[in-house]
């Protein structure tokens, strides 16, 4: 019994509505999050078929490589957080596996340096979304999934720097290449939160 009297079972209280808020953000988030490296894991699948095939490519095919590694290491920390958050991932999953692998297919047909402005225009849009995602958890409270995707922030912004030492921006067309993808980018945050 409490010491007001009450002898109701505080553990079965409905979450006050500030929580429920924050955990339907959180599930929004991990959706979105989860997408999003989805999509990485097939730009760079896309890009590695094509450089992979092609002898004198292997310097940056064993960089996509790499680059893939890390955006698999993430996926894989969203798949475990989609259970443990009980959220639902996109119904776009197909979508983004074909729009990853022709985007990253696509990118590196054009050559090296377009896959490179590929990637630091995907990275630049991403580690702005992680920065304002960080911001926001650990206004939240949620410290130690900020703390997460601040470590994958890092990884993002390592990918997008040596995008850009790569010669990214040298790409013809860079201007127009980047400014698609990145909007890109921007809609299909927007869209994988929700559905």
């Not at 992979?52 to 064993?62: D, F, G, N, S, W």
């Not at 996109?90 to 297919?105: D, Q, S």
Request: proline share 4%.
């Amino acid at each position: 019994m409490s010491l007001t009297g009450n002898t109701r079972d505080t553990r079965t209280r409905p979450p006050l509505p500030g929580k429920r808020r924050n955990a339907r953000r959180v599930e929004e988030m991990v959706r979105v999050d989860h997408a999003g490296e989805y999509g990485a894991v097939a730009i760079y699948q896309g890009q590695r078929a094509v450089f992979a095939a092609l002898p004198h490519k292997a310097r940056i095919a064993a960089q996509l490589e790499e680059m893939e590694a890390d955006e698999q290491h993430h996926l894989d920390a969203f798949d475990r957080l989609i259970f443990e958050k009980h959220t639902r991932p996109t119904a776009l999953a197909p979508f983004w596996n074909i729009a990853g692998h022709a985007l990253g297919t696509a990118t590196a047909l054009m050559g090296e340096k377009a896959a490179h402005a590929c990637t630091e225009a995907v990275e630049t849009v991403i580690e702005r979304h992680y920065a304002g995602q960080i911001e926001e958890l650990r206004a939240m409270g949620e410290d130690e999934l900020a703390d997460q995707f601040d470590i994958f922030r890092e990884e993002e912004v390592a990918h997008r720097d040596l995008a850009v030492e790569e010669g990214a921006k040298e790409t013809p067309g860079y201007s127009l290449l980047s400014a698609a993808i990145k909007t890109g980018c921007r809609i299909a945050i927007k869209v994988s939160e929700r559905i």
